[in-house]
């Protein structure tokens, strides 16, 4: 009975929030339209796009059926190089096999991709006249197998033209795209869920990316036995990519904030800011993380915490996938980007590294602190579902309390003490800072507009955690 209440009480609680529309006086934001698409700077309306998800212990055994259902003739099959001697790439050639399913295998796609590596796989794509998709991997290879298919898809284009603008032209899609089938086999991404393929630019050394409804996988087999394998470092950083997306995207500004409203729905962005539905998985996946994450890092025979985290990923990506995220990820592109000598351990890559979850969470601390002034009920409200005690806290308090909370939880889970501990310094910042100003496609959906001058000091905050 006491959960039943307590149920009820959250799902009320949820109903309040979407309803009520009064920005200084209600639990968090309006989240009624009160615009109308017509002479309106803002936008007055959000659109839900997910994939098709199947979650199942084993249920990558299915993957050739599904190929065969779709009538599947000639079958590419991306992964990375340490990934194609380990069980996920054995049980998908095993299925692909078992049901007659002609396929070619690519194994060079490269962790945290660049467009020197996308290119590589498009160009791979392009000859093989592949008529569907099967990615296994992390992130890295679910988004260069949607560069694949689309570029393959677009054979004319250059890979700048549907690249996010100011980097790229940010062309709509309209082209029609193969089938693709993501195997996720990390916790963190998200992006068997999403329209979205990020990689490394080298000639600016930032991240940026494709972000379009169109290029999200068909369908995502989710498969908990996959984590199984997974080092526990690699948990934790991937881990740290889902506890941002989540608390990103619920304190994203809202959509009906965002501007420009676009004069036909093809260009409404894929990350159109916080709504009541991604709000929804956005909340529930930092509940997972929140109870699961560090079961997951520290044990990995924990089946039952590997599982959530596996959800859990899936869950923040249809939350994010839809809200978008902000100012962490915007200053994370950078900080991967000029990486100089940091390897992360339990990664087994050849080139300096710094994961993306672990880019990302290293400026946690400051940017909540940054953005909790702008709907603090919600930043509060993220502090409690991370194990705050926040029954005396005052709004005013909300940001500071957040950050000591994630400051906690990388401590507790031995995270490198800020970028100083990976291989920056304060004579980094102005080109830190250079390298977050073209992430405006993110970096516009921050609560609170932020300078030049902000963003410096956010990094400066983040030097040193402890």
């Known amino acids: 009975m006491a959960a039943a209440r307590a149920r009820v009480t959250h799902l009320l609680r949820l109903l309040q929030s979407a309803a009520c529309q009064c920005p200084t006086h209600s639990h968090t934001y309006s989240q009624a339209p009160g615009l109308s698409p017509s002479g309106k700077t803002t936008d007055y309306a959000f659109e839900m ?119 790229g032209k940010g062309r709509p ?16 991404t998200g992006s068997e869920t999403t329209g979205v393929a990020i990689f490394d630019y080298e000639s600016l050394k930032v991240k940026t990316g494709i972000a379009s409804r169109a290029i999200k996988p068909t369908l995502g087999l989710v498969d908990p036995l996959h984590t199984l394998h997974l080092p526990g470092q690699v948990v934790a950083n991937s881990g740290f990519d889902v506890l941002c997306h989540a608390l990103e995207s619920y304190t994203a500004l809202p959509y009906h904030m965002r501007s420009p409203c676009p004069a036909n729905p093809i260009a409404r962005p894929a990350y159109q800011g916080s709504n009541p539905i991604s709000d929804i998985w956005a909340v529930h996946a930092l509940r997972i993380v929140a109870k699961y994450l560090k079961r997951a890092v520290r044990n990995p025979d924990d089946l039952e915490a590997r599982s959530h985290m596996h959800l859990a990923s899936a869950f923040a990506g249809i939350g994010f996938g839809n809200a978008g995220v902000h100012l962490c990820h915007g200053m994370s592109y950078p900080i991967s980007g000029l990486v100089k000598t940091y390897k992360a351990k339990d990664y087994n890559v050849d080139h300096p590294l710094v994961p993306h979850g672990l880019s990302v969470v290293l400026t946690s601390p400051a940017v909540f602190t940054f953005t909790a002034q702008m709907f603090p009920e919600r930043h509060l409200e993220a502090a409690e579902i991370l194990g705050a005690d926040t029954r005396t806290t005052k709004l005013r308090d909300a940001g500071p309390v957040l950050a000591d909370t994630l400051r906690g939880l990388l401590l507790d889970l031995k995270v490198d003490d800020g970028l100083a501990a990976i291989g920056y310094s304060r004579a980094d910042i102005p080109a830190l800072v250079k390298g977050t100003l073209p992430q405006e496609r993110v970096t516009k959906l921050a609560p609170r507009p932020q300078s030049e001058e902000d963003l410096s000091a956010l990094f400066e905050a983040s030097m040193k955690l402890y």
């Open 173 to 188: 899609v309209t082209v029609p795209l193969r089938p693709l089938v993501a195997v996720p086999t990390t916790s963190g």
């Open 49 to 167: 796009a997910v994939s098709n998800i199947r979650y199942g212990a084993g249920v990558t055994k299915e993957v050739g059926m599904d190929l065969q259902n779709m009538g599947a003739k000639n079958v590419c099959l991306m992964t990375d190089k340490n990934l194609s001697q380990l069980p996920p790439v054995r049980a998908v050639v095993d299925s692909l096999v078992k049901h007659g399913i002609t396929f070619r295998v690519y194994d060079a796609v490269r962790v945290e991709p660049t467009d020197p590596s996308f290119m590589d796989a498009i160009e791979f794509a392009r000859k093989g006249a592949f008529d569907a998709y099967v990615a296994v991997g992390g992130g890295s290879a679910m988004d260069t197998c949607k560069a694949a298919n689309l570029y393959a898809c677009s054979p004319r284009a250059e890979l700048l033209d549907y690249v996010n603008a100011p980097i």
